[in-house]
């Protein structure tokens, strides 16, 4: 599809200049819309928007396709910047452990958890689980999800992060979903490990950065940054490893214990410091102002029965907070961007303006996509979600486990082609 007209759209909502990069806290409240509205595509790329009252006379015909959009919103499309979306197998047997009283940490003690999923994916052919995480990522499309970032980390050996990471950059090639990559080879420290950590480091840092780097198979690095997993001296290690060879942080901290992982983030310029459940004031006071940027991830919280991350206090320090899924197969099983817009209105009290900002501007500049995507802006990519009819922007959290999107296209070409184009 080359040209694309939406016109009569009931608004159109997310506009921004170019050049601006994220929303800032207090400033999320807002989500500039014009109501009433036309917007138009070329080549995959946003040409125009404006009132209707200004739509201008159209000559030639030939090639555009036209959509009427009477009664819908048009929507940046969502960015997703944290996912764990190449795994071999669900874990819904711990799902029932967890039901029965066990705890994520009880699990992963017996053997579950992260190193669970590890020895599956060793043992399976990359070709199966290309397959899979492909189809993972097209619900994720039809879900609204025009960009993502994928990890690795459930391979945590030398050719099994390779293996994941390869099949990430081939998923990056054949689906038109805006893709970013990283390595989490420091997810679980592997059982060949055991008796000796600072091997298990320099293999990374030694080896499996530099053959990343070297490949091009990886944008960030990141580390699980916690109790029982990895320390804030490790988690440096690996950053400064990262960043020699062009590799920035995006790392997982505070999600069960606050040991100071934040601060260290922020002292090696990390992009992000994604979950961030438990969160002390002095975690806050370090995010403020650093140019790292605040992701929660909620379905998580709602997974693990966790505390929900501080998002208003995050707000009110100015923070330009993004959200993710998390989408893993032990933490949360679900990669559908609309149920965080919910859990986001719900469970953190933010607007739904604000949560809208959060995983559209905010999550597009959590993975350094914001100057292609996460608003309406000419010259952005035409990556949109066209709603079905719905009464109120408030609507689509507030009515939610209800599918309230007609159609997404990714850069001007439909992924979902809903009543709409029909
Ligand atoms: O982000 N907490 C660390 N990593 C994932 C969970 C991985 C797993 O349990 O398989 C997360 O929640
Ligand atoms: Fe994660």
């Not at 015909?61 to 929507?75: E, K, N, P």
């Not at 900002?357 to 914001?370: H, L």
Request: aromatic content about 6%; glycine content about 8%.
């Amino acid at each position: 599809m080359r040209g694309l007209l939406i016109k009569n759209a009931k608004a159109i909502y997310g506009l921004r200049p170019a050049g601006q990069n994220t929303v800032n806290g207090r400033a999320m409240a807002e989500l500039p819309a014009i109501h009433d509205a036309w917007l138009t595509a070329e080549d995959g790329l946003i040409t125009a928007f404006g009132p209707m009252a200004d739509l201008p006379g159209i000559t030639d015909w030939s090639g555009l396709t036209v959509i009427d959009a009477t009664g819908r919103f048009v929507l940046p499309g969502w960015c997703d910047p944290h996912t764990h979306s190449i795994f071999a197998a669900p874990r819904e047997e711990e799902f029932v452990d967890k039901i029965n009283g066990l705890s994520y940490q009880e699990i992963a003690a017996r053997g579950g958890g992260i190193l669970n999923s590890a020895m599956k994916l060793r043992a399976m052919a990359e070709e199966e689980l290309f397959a899979k995480a492909k189809a993972r990522v097209e619900a994720m499309m039809h879900q609204g999800t025009v960009a993502l970032e994928i990890k690795s980390g459930y391979g945590l050996s030398l050719d099994s992060e390779l293996k994941m990471l390869r099949i990430a950059k081939r998923l990056k090639e054949v689906l038109p979903v805006r893709m970013k990559t990283t390595l989490l080879a420091a997810h679980a420290l592997p059982p060949e490990f055991k008796a000796d950590r600072t091997a298990y480091l320099d293999l990374i840092c030694e080896q499996l950065i530099p053959q990343v780097a070297k490949e091009e198979l990886a944008d960030y690095v990141d580390v699980f940054c916690e109790t029982n997993y990895f320390t804030v001296p490790e988690m440096e290690r690996v950053l400064v490893a990262g960043a020699a060879h062009g590799l920035r942080g995006k790392v997982h901290v505070n999600q069960f214990t606050s040991i100071g992982g934040i601060q260290a983030a922020v002292k090696h310029g990390a992009l992000s410091v994604d979950h961030l459940e438990v969160m002390e004031p002095a975690d806050i006071e370090a995010l403020a102002g650093s140019g790292t940027i605040p992701t929660l991830l909620p379905s998580c919280s709602f997974f693990l029965r966790i505390p929900y991350g501080p998002a208003r206090q995050l707000m009110e320090r100015d923070l330009p907070v993004a959200l993710a899924t998390d989408h893993n197969p032990g933490t949360t099983p679900s990669g559908n961007m609309n149920f965080v817009l919910s859990l986001a209105c719900i469970q953190m009290r933010m607007l739904p303006e604000e949560a809208i900002n959060a995983m559209t501007m905010n999550s597009a500049a959590a993975m350094e996509v914001s100057d292609e995507l996460g608003s309406i802006t000419v010259g952005k990519r035409a990556s949109l979600i066209i709603t079905k009819e719905v009464p109120s922007l408030a609507y689509l959290p507030y009515a939610f486990g209800s599918d309230h999107i007609d159609t997404v296209l990714i850069d001007g070409t439909p992924v979902r082609s809903g009543s709409v184009l029909a």
